[in-house]
């Protein structure tokens, strides 16, 4: 009945949709519905979601005059709807479970912003900063105050938990995320410590584990291209992992399911986990397989 941004930018409709995992799959915590391009929306470029195609920003960054159209100050007014849509959730969970707010990090944001579309390798947007580094340093700062803003109006809101989902941190070398990622990231932890519970997920920069661990998040987001082993000893003791179970794998036999969830849990069981998928769900996963997993590590846990 509804388009995406109209789901998202309905409060009662987000809250539903959240709300949704919690009763028919039985997760320990309810994650916001919502999107992280809601940012940019907010510091004034057009964002489109279009079926089959994914998201579209038909006026990209691509020089200064572009910079200097985007909008900070009222940022977090313009995203009040996801504020409503939280106090509306927290009511409906009435203490059940958590619940989990987000936002994309800047490096990520920047991809979309610059690129103007989805891709699988972002050249466009790495181009941008290779080529005026400066002017990626300026796009970067400001999408960063403005995502601190956004991300304290929901803890104000009643969010207990906030990711930060460095989507494309991956098609960065360690060298050129610790450059162009790792800094803003930092800075958003910064602002928050002592707020409210942190958690970073950046895809595939299984290789910057160590240097994530030591912004003083409360933990990291792992995908199922790293072994649990490997990220421990990468990110320390001191940290909670979360993840890692490849979202395929839901696709599964019931039995093969199983034995995989069983497989991940030990490998994870010397350490502090949340267990959960290595990325996001993927739309043709049968509701009760996803029931299934859940089952699965509560069981596997004693619950």
């Not at 466009?124 to 304290?152: G, M, N, Q, V, W």
């Not at 979360?242 to 039995?255: H, M, T, V, Y």
């Not at 350490?271 to 959960?276: D, E, P, V």
Request: glycine share 10%.
């Amino acid at each position: 009945k509804y388009s995406f941004f109209e789901r998202c930018q309905t409060p009662e409709l987000a809250a539903a949709i959240t709300i949704q995992p919690v009763e028919q799959i039985g997760v320990d915590a309810a994650i916001l519905f919502s999107d992280i391009l809601v940012v940019p929306q907010a510091m004034g470029m057009e964002v489109q979601m279009v079926e089959g195609t994914g998201p579209i920003l038909p006026v990209p960054i691509r020089n200064q005059g572009d910079l200097n159209r985007l909008q900070g100050a009222e940022v977090r007014e313009r995203l009040c709807y996801v504020y409503e849509a939280i106090r509306l959730t927290k009511k409906m969970l009435n203490g059940r479970v958590p619940l989990i707010g987000f936002a994309g990090a800047p490096w990520t944001l920047l991809c979309y912003m610059v690129q103007g579309r989805g891709s699988k390798t972002f050249d466009e947007a790495k181009t941008f900063c290779y080529c005026y580094p400066e002017l990626a340093r300026r796009l970067l700062e400001s999408i960063t105050i403005a995502t601190i803003a956004y991300l304290e109006g929901q803890v104000e809101a009643g969010v207990d938990v906030v990711q930060i989902f460095d989507s494309w941190g991956g098609l960065l070398g360690k060298h050129d995320f610790e450059q162009w990622s790792l800094p803003y990231i930092q800075q958003i932890i910064r602002a928050l410590k002592g707020k409210v519970l942190t958690i970073i997920f950046a895809k595939g920069a299984w290789q910057s584990l160590g240097i994530l661990a030591a912004t003083g998040a409360d933990g990291l987001g792992i995908d199922w291209c790293v072994e649990p082993k490997t990220a421990r000893q990468l990110a320390g003791d001191g940290i909670t992992l979360q993840g890692n179970f490849d979202p395929a794998k839901l696709l599964s036999p019931i039995e093969t399911m199983s034995q995989e969830v069983k497989m991940m849990m030990k490998h994870f069981a010397n350490g502090s986990h949340i267990a959960n998928l290595g990325h996001g769900i993927l739309p043709n996963t049968p509701v009760s397989h996803a029931r299934a997993f859940v089952e699965m590590v509560k069981r596997y846990q004693g619950v």
